[in-house]
């Protein structure tokens, strides 16, 4: 394969992940270091920035401050949820990215989201290919939800279990400070898979693990579920719940959603979250001291409790993204191979073609939900235990985040 | 004053906070290294403990274990919030208390809440001296509001502060990810005193700090309220709103409690907190993608950011309050005396009467607010920024928070 010399564009796409900007980085990073790529841009809300010729140049930034990407949440870019048309009924998004990236000569393209973003990747390097214009295309991973299929998991979801896991455990610690009892229930993105949700579970090697688990992947039943709470609550004087944003009746209907006995009979929408909605329910049908809490976007952007582990393997994305387009490839997805042997942890890059995620969610294995559908098995502990380990630097400015600050120079203005 | 010798008692009492079992470590590490004490004893649940005779033998419990006390959240010993009646009405409890007292020759009480604790200490020092038993009593007080009197802060103000200043800071890089426009509204404890709420405004020290802040020592005013957030939206397409769950309408109705226009029609109690109410009347008079976020409890038992002043002064209390009563001090609360001058920040511990937190709560002064009510002045941040520095040591086991696991022995097993 022989070097192909030109400019590379970095977007980021989709929802907020405490480690998307360390995958932003190891593209960034490496790209400068790489002396084929002529140039580096950073698309200001993703795909979107590339339509509107809003580039930021990434080589006029600091280097020392680009590192702060590693500990800084959310899309440092910014972020989009564009769909891109297909391109067979309407090509006008297709041609003027084609504008673009002739302008400034972009022979790489690296695009950081989750399943629609590796579909954007695959489109436009499809039509890149149709009209003869050599583009070298990689996606990078990230979505806390870790249904990403191709991969053993996803940049983002470790942190974010690691922040659930850790707020589980404190939440017990103040569930359980009177000798009156009380019922949490504490809600967990997620919404088609439980991954999330399950990794309340690892609370228990604090000793503070939930007593219920409810995942989307079983049904959810609002008998079984209010008896479980029961007869927890009688047998320890006290009962904490993690729940699935997307638990769901047996005929798909959300739970978040139904209409249940908890509506004012009026048949009014509930306001408030599924947490507040169950703790409703459990209130009056058992008559405990309950409390809902929904942990909210703080799950997702609690940087200060990221995964070092996780923060290392974004970088890690990125990088090997680049590599893997400067060596010749095209077409693909960075994912990740995971051994967790006797030998402990061990974690790889390899590449997978660019539609495996498409179309199908990765969802947690039956068999790692124990039979009343309440609870993870040892398997998912396994699993998911390895991905949250390690501390990060975590730089800090008055003992507050000290973020990264962009310089952001758009290239338009050339 | 000669030497007293005989065993003490430590209880907890009130709502959690990430530090306040820093202060019974301060108590009982410092007791157990006191000759004259002869024996430390930790109540179950507080003034409970005592009444039921459920005491812990703080003797048997391994010295490197108790430093665990350190980093965990809420009362390792158990709270309450029990109420002693008047002892000229009814005195009952307090014969009680004396006969526990006597059976155990307790003659340190040493007792770690807020105004109710110390009330209750108040309360069983003078009924000890009235009935002539010699015991030392002396209050170690904690609590997120801080809204304690006679003391510059109060233990647990701090990590709560910090730790809603982080989660500020990490909403508004989630909430500033994408290019088109949103309200975040972040409800923060604190029902009486803003401290809390205003403690918001330190993120942006991180250049991350909520636009509007609200605070119940100014009156609420629901159409100014709403001006305020569209205004801001418009100017920065972006608004974050943080807000007490104190705050109230000019006539003293809780905005939380009251009726408004968002109210379904037929007059029906909201469902949800304040937040997700707030987030509601924004989206139906403004239209734009608005979220609410409750803080909740993860506020006061988040003791993985918790302030390593705070850890290092809610001990030095707990150790401030042996030392004082070793040396022949009774009927007296602990209390800080601060400095923050040119030469940095100093504080020292004072002792003040137990009444003086009687019937006073304190209160964030109104010149420490703005004008309009929707913001804190400078004064606010040099106040409340040399408490939340330092990151303690954070002990760990597998990446999750390891807390103290105590054996507590009872010593009614005798």
Redesign the interface.
């Not at 910014?78 to 949820?81: D, L």
């Given at each position: 394969m022989s070097e192909l010399k030109g400019a590379c564009i970095i977007g980021q796409s989709g929802?907020?992940t405490a480690v998307i900007n360390a995958s932003a980085l190891g593209v960034i990073r490496t790209a400068l270091d790489t002396p084929c790529i002529t140039r580096v841009l950073g698309a200001?809300?993703g795909i979107?920035g590339v339509l509107e010729d809003k580039l930021y140049d990434m080589d006029q930034e600091f280097a020392e401050e680009l590192e702060y990407l590693k500990y800084?949440?959310?899309?440092a870019l910014?972020?989009?949820?564009y769909k891109l048309a297909d391109p067979e009924v309407d090509d006008t998004d297709y041609k003027r990215i084609l504008e673009i990236f002739k302008k400034y000569d972009v022979r790489y393209f690296f695009y950081n989201g989750g399943n629609d973003s590796m579909d954007t990747c695959n489109k436009i390097s499809k039509y890149m290919q149709g009209v003869g214009y050599e583009c070298r295309i990689i996606g990078v991973p990230k979505t806390i939800d870790n249904d990403l299929n191709g991969t053993d998991h996803c940049p983002g979801f470790a942190s974010a279990a690691?922040y659930i896991?850790?707020?589980c455990?404190?939440?017990w610690?103040?569930?359980?400070?009177?000798?009156t009892g009380m019922v949490t229930i504490i809600e967990i993105m997620g919404r088609h898979a439980g991954w999330l949700a399950g990794s309340a579970a690892?609370?228990s090697?604090?000793?503070?693990g939930p007593d219920l688990v409810y995942l989307p992947e079983t049904d959810f039943d609002m008998d079984q579920f209010i008896q479980d709470v029961t007869d927890t609550y009688k047998k320890n004087g006290n009962c904490i719940v993690a729940v699935s944003e997307g638990i769901h009746y047996a005929d798909g209907t959300f739970v978040s959603e139904a209409k249940t006995s908890s509506t004012?009979g009026?048949g009014?929408a509930?306001?408030?979250?599924l947490a507040?909605?169950l703790a409703?329910i459990v209130k009056q049908k058992t008559g405990a001291k309950v409390?809902g809490?929904?942990l909210?976007?703080?799950q997702?952007?609690?940087?200060?409790?990221a995964?070092k582990t996780d923060i290392d393997e974004a970088f890690l994305a990125g990088k090997a993204a680049v590599e893997a387009a400067v060596s010749g490839t095209t077409d693909k997805m960075v994912a990740f191979e995971c051994s967790r042997g006797v030998d402990g942890y061990t974690c790889k890059t390899v590449l997978q073609p660019l539609d495996i995620v498409a179309n199908f969610e990765k969802k947690v294995p039956r068999e790692w939900i124990n039979a009343a559908g309440n609870g993870v098995e040892q398997p998912f502990i396994d699993y998911a235990?390895p991905l949250?380990?390690?501390?990060p630097e975590?730089p800090?400015?008055?003992?507050?985040?000290?973020?990264v600050?962009l310089k952001k120079v758009l290239t338009c203005k050339d």
């Open positions: 929802g907020p200001a809300h979107k800084t949440p959310s899309s910014g972020s989009c949820r690691k896991a850790t707020s455990a404190e939440i610690q103040d569930a359980h400070v009177y000798d690892l609370a090697l604090s000793g503070c004012d009026f009014h509930q306001l408030g979250g507040t909605m409703d409390r809490i929904e909210s976007l703080l997702r952007c609690g940087s200060h409790i995964s235990l949250i380990q390690g501390e975590r800090t400015e008055n003992s507050l985040p000290r973020f600050r």
